[in-house]
């Protein structure tokens, strides 16, 4: 019977294979990691050596929108928030404590000057009244009796004088008593209309109890602050256009009818009163209006206001020379309006000034504008679409056939 006997491997021959193997794995692995490093570092080179900064692109311009500074005509604005009030505004009240009688109005009514709007109770008045009239006729009568005796004179004309005295102060007392029963009933003090109705008849009023509003509005007031440095333009009649947030949309048109002789001396402020006619009443005393008062229209250089760049209190501009660089010049800024500057120093009619991409910008900087740019990025768009269209293969070509193995 013949056995087979298996090749004996001593430990140290399998020692030897596994360091060999490890050796090989572990510098593979760094060869792997050597490549991979090497093809990130070229592509990294590419990528910083395209960009603006690196060897490829540092002088590469940055692409702006300029224009050139030209006169306009522009007239500013200034903006400030204002307050209805009515021409004429009271709140209508009682002199006496007394008993309401009666109420001869509603809420909302539109009542002429002198209107009767509430009648209080008068019978104590009245009373008095014909008491006073009484004593008033006796006193004329013994007067004109004594009169005719002085003129045959029978009496002493010290006398008569006396009576003449009372009879003017009876009908002084009437006159009073009169007075009296007209503060009974309470009446419009001018034209307007009447707000909410505050009182009821029956109710007990007195002097201060609040009876009703009236207010004038054919036309109203519309008072707003004006800094002393625009108090120039707030002339007498001076055109004021003014919105509220009721009505969007609409816009009222007022003038300026007077400028407040005191200023505010915290806020250095004027309050200015404009006067807009109201007939469809829209306008109520109270409301907010957003009011805007034009200047007069004069030339000057303007620019949109991103084109501005603000340093804290300094406002700078890029200006670009003939060599397409930049320059950064401070300028004085005029006035500020509808998304527009005027500049009134600094740069001058004919200069060519950065509108957009200032934030990309550093003295001496190259520009180009951004129109080309977008031509020439829309080009290369395009034939790298046609480029790629070149090489792709049609969904309905065959697909060439991979190269059988060879077994080896």
Same mark, same amino acid.
């Given at each position: 019977?013949?056995?087979?006997?298996?090749?004996?491997?001593?430990?140290?021959?399998?020692?030897?294979?596994?360091?060999?193997?490890?050796?090989?794995?572990?510098?593979?692995?760094?060869?792997?990691?050597?490549?991979?490093?090497?093809?990130?570092?070229?592509?990294?080179?590419?990528?910083?050596?395209?960009?603006?900064?690196?060897?490829?692109?540092?002088?590469?311009?940055?692409?702006?929108?300029?224009?050139?500074?030209?006169?306009?005509?522009?007239?500013?604005?200034?903006?400030?928030?204002?307050?209805?009030?009515?021409?004429?505004?009271?709140?209508?009240?009682?002199?006496?404590?007394?008993?309401?009688?009666?109420?001869?109005?509603?809420?909302?009514?539109?009542?002429?000057?002198?209107?009767?709007?509430?009648?209080?109770?008068?019978?104590?008045?009245?009373?008095?009244?014909?008491?006073?009239?009484?004593?008033?006729?006796?006193?004329?009568?013994?007067?004109?009796?004594?009169?005719?005796?002085?003129?045959?004179?029978?009496?002493?004309?010290?006398?008569?004088?006396?009576?003449?005295?009372?009879?003017?102060?009876?009908?002084?007392?009437?006159?009073?008593?009169?007075?009296?029963?007209?503060?009974?009933?309470?009446?419009?003090?001018?034209?307007?209309?009447?707000?909410?109705?505050?009182?009821?008849?029956?109710?007990?009023?007195?002097?201060?109890?609040?009876?009703?509003?009236?207010?004038?509005?054919?036309?109203?007031?519309?008072?707003?602050?004006?800094?002393?440095?625009?108090? /120039?333009? %707030? @002339?007498?009649?001076?055109? $004021?256009? !003014?919105?509220?947030?009721?009505? &969007? #949309?609409?816009?009222?048109?007022?003038?300026?009818?007077?400028?407040?002789?005191?200023?505010?001396?915290?806020?250095?402020?004027?309050?200015?009163?404009?006067?807009?006619?109201?007939?469809?009443?829209?306008?109520?005393?109270?409301?907010?209006?957003?009011?805007?008062?034009?200047?007069?229209?004069?030339?000057?250089?303007?620019?949109?206001?991103?084109?501005?760049?603000?340093?804290?209190?300094?406002?700078?501009?890029?200006?670009?020379?003939?060599?397409?660089?930049?320059?950064?010049?401070?300028?004085?800024?005029?006035?500020?309006?509808?998304?527009?500057?005027?500049?009134?120093?600094? /740069?001058? %009619? @004919?200069?060519?000034?950065? $509108?957009? !991409?200032?934030?990309?910008?550093? &003295? #001496?900087?190259?520009?180009?504008?951004?129109?080309?740019?977008?031509?020439?990025?829309?080009?290369?768009?395009?034939?790298?679409?046609?480029?790629?269209?070149?090489?792709?293969?049609?969904?309905?070509?065959?697909?060439?056939?991979?190269?059988?193995?060879?077994?080896?």
């Amino acid at each position: 019977m013949a056995f087979s006997h298996a090749p004996v491997v001593s430990a140290s021959h399998v020692v030897r294979r596994r360091w060999a193997r490890w050796l090989f794995l572990a510098t593979l692995t760094a060869g792997l990691a050597a490549c991979g490093g090497s093809e990130s570092a070229k592509k990294g080179g590419a990528s910083s050596g395209a960009g603006p900064g690196g060897p490829g692109g540092g002088d590469r311009p940055t692409a702006v929108t300029t224009l050139r500074l030209r006169t306009e005509r522009f007239a500013e604005r200034y903006s400030a928030i204002g307050t209805v009030k009515a021409r004429e505004s009271v709140t209508v009240t009682a002199k006496v404590s007394e008993i309401v009688q009666q109420v001869h109005f509603d809420s909302g009514d539109t009542v002429a000057a002198g209107a009767p709007l509430v009648t209080l109770s008068q019978r104590q008045q009245q009373a008095a009244l014909a008491e006073a009239q009484a004593a008033a006729d006796e006193a004329e009568r013994l007067f004109r009796r004594q009169r005719e005796l002085a003129d045959q004179q029978l009496i002493a004309r010290a006398q008569l004088d006396n009576q003449r005295a009372a009879r003017d102060a009876a009908n002084a007392r009437v006159a009073q008593i009169r007075a009296q029963l007209s503060d009974r009933v309470i009446r419009a003090p001018f034209a307007g209309v009447l707000g909410l109705r505050q009182v009821s008849p029956g109710a007990l009023i007195t002097p201060g109890t609040a009876i009703a509003t009236l207010d004038a509005l054919q036309r109203v007031y519309v008072d707003f602050p004006l800094p002393e440095s625009q108090l /120039a333009r %707030a @002339g007498q009649g001076a055109r $004021v256009t !003014g919105s509220v947030a009721g009505y &969007p #949309g609409r816009s009222f048109i007022g003038t300026v009818s007077i400028v407040d002789t005191r200023l505010d001396p915290v806020a250095r402020a004027a309050l200015v009163r404009a006067d807009f006619p109201n007939v469809d009443r829209v306008l109520r005393p109270g409301m907010l209006v957003n009011v805007e008062l034009a200047g007069s229209e004069r030339e000057a250089l303007l620019l949109p206001e991103i084109a501005v760049v603000q340093v804290g209190r300094e406002s700078f501009v890029y200006r670009v020379k003939d060599d397409d660089s930049v320059e950064q010049i401070p300028v004085t800024i005029a006035a500020r309006s509808e998304g527009r500057v005027e500049i009134a120093g600094g /740069a001058a %009619a @004919g200069d060519r000034i950065v $509108v957009e !991409g200032t934030g990309k910008l550093r &003295p #001496g900087a190259k520009i180009a504008e951004s129109v080309e740019k977008a031509d020439g990025a829309e080009k290369g768009i395009s034939a790298e679409k046609g480029a790629n269209a070149d090489q792709t293969t049609p969904s309905n070509a065959p697909t060439p056939a991979k190269p059988a193995a060879t077994g080896g």
